[in-house]
């Protein structure tokens, strides 16, 4: 139901999908690259050690923890959303049906935090200024946003595939 990254190996660049529920990253893992771990569906948890770097989890679906090391130096966690350290920049994100509480700090939704969310509604942060590119790519449930007003650029393509979208609320 597991597996675990040998401790020798300091580099991911892809780990082979399987149905495993979780994934024991070692310690001494420095880099693994954005498709590392995207399409475990089955994923259930994760800890990320210090050092590691990691982006999309968007995939994992039926993620039920997401854990980071308090002495990790760029990644926080809250709700199983990731963010930078400091909470301003979400970077990526595991949501189910439930629109995702994201924090007030979050100034910048990063390339594909939502690709392929499927809650209906986003509102966004009051203090948000910045989606960057296919931030929410296929959320194809996605039919209202509540718009805030110091939103100051959207990139190209934050909202490509979002079919359903019927609203934006300003």
Same mark, same amino acid.
């Given at each position: @139901?597991?597996?675990?990254?040998?401790?020798?190996?300091?580099?991911?660049?892809?780990?082979?999908?399987?149905?495993?529920?979780?994934?024991?990253?070692?310690?001494?893992?420095?880099?693994?690259?954005? *498709?590392?771990?995207?399409? &475990?569906?089955? $994923? %259930?948890?994760?800890?990320?050690?210090?050092? =590691?770097?990691?982006?999309?989890?968007?995939?994992?679906? @039926?993620?039920?923890?997401?854990?980071?090391? @308090?002495?990790?130096?760029? &990644?926080?966690?809250?709700?199983? $959303?990731? &963010?930078?350290?400091?909470?301003?920049? $979400?970077?990526?994100? =595991?949501?189910?049906?439930?629109?995702?509480?994201?924090?007030?700090? /979050?100034? =910048?939704?990063? $390339?594909?935090?939502?690709?392929?969310? %499927?809650?209906? %509604?986003?509102?966004?942060?009051?203090?948000?200024?910045?989606?960057?590119?296919?931030?929410?790519?296929?959320?194809?449930?996605l039919r209202t946003i509540v718009?805030?007003?110091?939103?100051?650029?959207i990139n190209t393509g934050a909202? /490509?595939?979002?079919?359903?979208? *019927?609203e934006v609320s300003i």
């Open positions: @139901k597991s597996i675990t990254i040998p401790q020798k190996i300091r580099t991911a660049n892809k780990i082979e999908r399987h149905k495993k529920k979780k994934i024991f990253v070692p310690k001494k893992l420095r880099k693994a690259k954005v *498709e590392a771990i995207e399409g &475990y569906g089955n $994923l %259930e948890r994760i800890h990320v050690p210090a050092g =590691v770097v990691l982006r999309n989890l968007s995939t994992a679906k @039926k993620m039920k923890k997401i854990t980071v090391s @308090k002495k990790h130096k760029l &990644y926080s966690v809250i709700n199983k $959303l990731l &963010y930078n350290k400091k909470k301003t920049v $979400l970077i990526s994100a =595991v949501c189910d049906k439930k629109s995702p509480k994201i924090a007030k700090t /979050t100034k =910048v939704i990063d $390339l594909e935090a939502f690709e392929d969310a %499927e809650f209906s %509604e986003f509102v966004l942060p009051s203090r948000l200024k910045r989606i960057d590119m296919r931030a929410f790519e296929n959320a194809k449930n718009w805030n007003n110091k939103i100051e650029e909202f /490509t595939g979002c079919t359903a979208l *019927e």
